[in-house]
């Protein structure tokens, strides 16, 4: 009886995984060549590669704007944090305090834009209001004006290229500061076992002491979600306050790229180029959502 060699062994396990691997290729292929009929092709064919030329060769300053907004996630998350961890204060009636705070989040969007409209309103503004009753709005303008920005008095918030944009942040800012964001990390807090911090007192630590090395470790899942879903919603921010509020102006300083994308397709009705500049999106999105998790992989601490 003849003993099979090694190499015959390993010729023989090489076979059959080829032949596993392209039974499994096998059953694939239809799913492959209906997802190629139907969908990537027509894709392709519908905008082609001609309209992403003409993107990148077009003005962007769109681009530029958005991210302009989405300087405001930080600051954001930020006031989440702060407002999570006074609501988390055992006093009487803070359930009536974290329901007001969270009433923003189910109103309509389209209240809300007019809401802060006629908050940024020049003559009869909330905010223009507050600022000469405080007697604030002349030393306002006079500081504004020597940094280079011109304006007048009253301020006209939306109407300025220079402020439209601050203008927005901060909306966005209040907009979120109290949603979602704050519910998710009052979550967080209340689920960090007490013993930590009882634990940290004996050992005679602050109260900085005791946020830097237990509270913020174990909120940080909560603020890699927050991060994560922030950045998504970023780039697709801002849509309905231009709309509502100022059209993209003044000058097209609050145009985003969703607006934009709304622009072009609905009323110009150049669907390919929309279509493109969804793709490049959809990418961006994409790829700063990886990068998040590549960094959530290395900071984030689930114990």
Same mark, same amino acid.
């Given at each position: 009886?003849?003993?099979?060699?090694?190499?015959?062994?390993?010729?023989?396990?090489?076979?059959?995984?080829?032949?596993?691997?392209?039974?499994?290729?096998?059953?694939?292929?239809?799913?492959?060549?209906?997802?190629?009929?139907?969908?990537?092709?027509?894709?392709?064919?519908?905008?082609?590669?001609?309209?992403?030329?003409?993107?990148?060769?077009?003005?962007?300053?769109?681009?530029?704007?958005?991210?302009?907004?989405?300087?405001?996630?930080?600051?954001?998350?930020?006031?989440?944090?702060?407002?999570?961890?006074?609501?988390?204060?055992?006093?009487?009636?803070?359930?009536?305090?974290?329901?007001? *705070?969270?009433?923003?989040?189910?109103?309509?969007?389209?209240?809300?834009?007019?809401?802060?409209?006629?908050?940024?309103?020049?003559?009869?503004?909330?905010?223009?209001?507050?600022?000469?009753?405080?007697?604030?709005?002349?030393?306002?303008?006079?500081?504004?004006?020597?940094?280079?920005?011109?304006?007048?008095?009253?301020?006209?918030?939306?109407?300025?290229?220079?402020?439209?944009?601050?203008?927005?942040?901060?909306?966005?800012?209040?907009? @979120? @500061?109290?949603?979602?964001?704050?519910?998710?990390? *009052?979550?967080?807090?209340?689920?960090?076992?007490?013993?930590?911090?009882?634990?940290?007192?004996?050992?005679?630590?602050?109260?900085?002491?005791?946020?830097?090395?237990?509270?913020?470790?174990?909120?940080?899942?909560?603020?890699?979600?927050?991060?994560?879903?922030?950045?998504?919603?970023?780039?697709?921010?801002?849509?309905?306050?231009?709309?509502?509020?100022?059209?993209?102006?003044?000058?097209?300083?609050?145009?985003?790229?969703?607006?934009?994308?709304?622009?072009?397709?609905?009323?110009?009705?150049?669907?390919?180029?929309?279509?493109?500049?969804?793709?490049?999106?959809?990418?961006?999105?994409?790829?700063?959502? *990886?990068?998040?998790?590549?960094?959530?992989?290395?900071?984030?601490?689930?114990?």
């Amino acid at each position: 009886m003849v003993t099979p060699g090694v190499g015959d062994q390993r010729h023989h396990s090489r076979h059959r995984r080829w032949r596993e691997a392209l039974t499994g290729y096998a059953f694939l292929l239809p799913n492959i060549l209906g997802f190629l009929a139907f969908v990537l092709i027509p894709v392709v064919v519908a905008f082609g590669l001609s309209d992403f030329w003409q993107v990148s060769g077009s003005h962007t300053g769109y681009f530029w704007n958005t991210v302009v907004l989405m300087a405001g996630l930080p600051i954001g998350i930020v006031a989440s944090l702060a407002l999570a961890l006074l609501l988390n204060q055992r006093l009487r009636g803070m359930i009536v305090f974290r329901t007001v *705070l969270f009433l923003p989040t189910v109103s309509s969007a389209v209240a809300l834009a007019l809401l802060w409209k006629w908050i940024y309103q020049p003559d009869l503004g909330l905010l223009n209001r507050c600022l000469y009753l405080a007697h604030l709005d002349v030393p306002l303008a006079w500081l504004l004006n020597a940094l280079g920005v011109r304006i007048s008095v009253p301020v006209e918030w939306l109407s300025n290229p220079a402020l439209a944009k601050p203008a927005f942040i901060i909306m966005l800012v209040w907009i @979120a @500061a109290g949603g979602y964001n704050c519910v998710l990390y *009052l979550a967080g807090l209340q689920n960090i076992p007490s013993e930590l911090y009882e634990a940290a007192e004996i050992d005679g630590a602050r109260a900085w002491a005791r946020f830097r090395h237990v509270t913020w470790p174990l909120l940080s899942p909560t603020t890699f979600f927050i991060g994560v879903t922030g950045v998504i919603g970023g780039f697709q921010a801002g849509f309905t306050q231009a709309l509502m509020m100022t059209r993209g102006g003044p000058g097209r300083a609050t145009t985003t790229i969703i607006y934009h994308i709304y622009e072009v397709g609905f009323r110009d009705f150049r669907m390919g180029y929309a279509a493109a500049i969804a793709v490049i999106l959809f990418a961006m999105i994409l790829g700063l959502t *990886l990068v998040n998790f590549w960094i959530g992989q290395r900071a984030v601490h689930y114990e």
